[in-house]
């Protein structure tokens, strides 16, 4: 394994203020003499929940660690906290951005590089998937927001709405009250032909983001005709992550959306790989 630690605002020269992260790190399976020189690998973008307070070490390499066992290479994003719209979807299509533009250095397929988030970074996941194209995102990268869809989402008991099935606390941090940004926040309304397929689980007796947001994202998926995956788990409390004692939250029965959100990106094409000639000049 190589382990590296990006500053994405020193990569793409932006002016850093002092309460900023910005921070990614890579876990990338380093070639070995077996490999294809041109083998290419599926990508997970890991974005850890807190309520957009801090982010939960429980929900980054913990997570990380499962989709590289499967052959991926992962990425953990510390995003700033607390910072308002639009600090963090910036930094989230930064690392999108970057990934993508960096795919020949990390042998990465620059066509499945996915995206998951937990409670908040559920949310911040979802904001990347709907308003990547946003104004105040081109004015950061011009035509590089291209680069910043994510071609699939887990969203893990995710933050969705700002309205009263919301976790307030986490949209008003998000928003600053600021109207239009509180609009912005209710993603439910943000799902479009172009957003990206997601799978979304969350548990029927979270106390903290109530299952409603699970529900009311799938639906939203459903009336704009993407593709989606839903599983609600009867119990299990609010930020189980991957539910194991690594984590300090034993639920072997949730445990399982691991392994179905694998399953889940293989049917959607996220495997150990060789590049088309396309994608090949694409990471040249």
Not at 80 to 103: F, H, T, W
Not at 240 to 248: D, F, N, Y
Request: proline letters at 6%.
């Amino acid at each position: 394994m190589t382990i590296e630690k990006i500053d994405l605002y020193k990569e793409f020269n932006l002016e850093k203020p002092a309460d900023r992260l910005g921070f990614l790190t890579v876990y990338m399976h380093t070639p070995n003499d077996r490999e294809s020189e041109n083998r290419i690998r599926p990508v997970m973008l890991v974005l850890g929940g807190g309520g957009y307070q801090y982010v939960s070490p429980r929900e980054q390499e913990p997570v990380a660690m499962k989709y590289y066992a499967q052959g991926y290479n992962a990425f953990v994003l510390d995003y700033s906290c607390p910072c308002p719209y639009p600090v963090d979807l910036i930094e989230g299509c930064l690392a999108m951005a970057y990934i993508r533009m960096n795919a020949k250095k990390y042998q990465v397929d620059v066509n499945h590089v996915a995206a998951i988030g937990f409670s908040a970074g559920g949310h911040l996941c979802g904001t990347i998937a709907t308003l990547y194209n946003q104004p105040e995102v081109k004015k950061v990268l011009g035509e590089n927001y291209k680069l910043c869809r994510p071609d699939a989402v887990v969203l893990s008991y995710p933050v969705i709405s700002s309205s009263d099935i919301g976790q307030s606390d986490t949209i008003n941090t998000f928003s600053d009250n600021n109207p239009r940004y509180r609009a912005l926040a209710s993603l439910e309304n943000q799902v479009s032909a172009d957003t990206p397929p997601a799978f979304i689980w969350s548990t029927f007796n979270d106390t903290a983001v109530p299952v409603e947001n699970s529900i009311v994202m799938a639906a939203a998926y459903k009336k704009a005709g993407v593709p989606f995956e839903l599983h609600i788990f009867e119990h299990g409390d609010h930020g189980l992550s991957i539910a194991t004692e690594e984590v300090g939250s034993v639920n072997t029965h949730v445990a399982q959306w691991v392994e179905l959100s694998l399953k889940w990106l293989v049917t959607r094409g996220f495997v150990l790989s060789e590049p088309t000639e396309g994608e090949v000049q694409a990471i040249s």
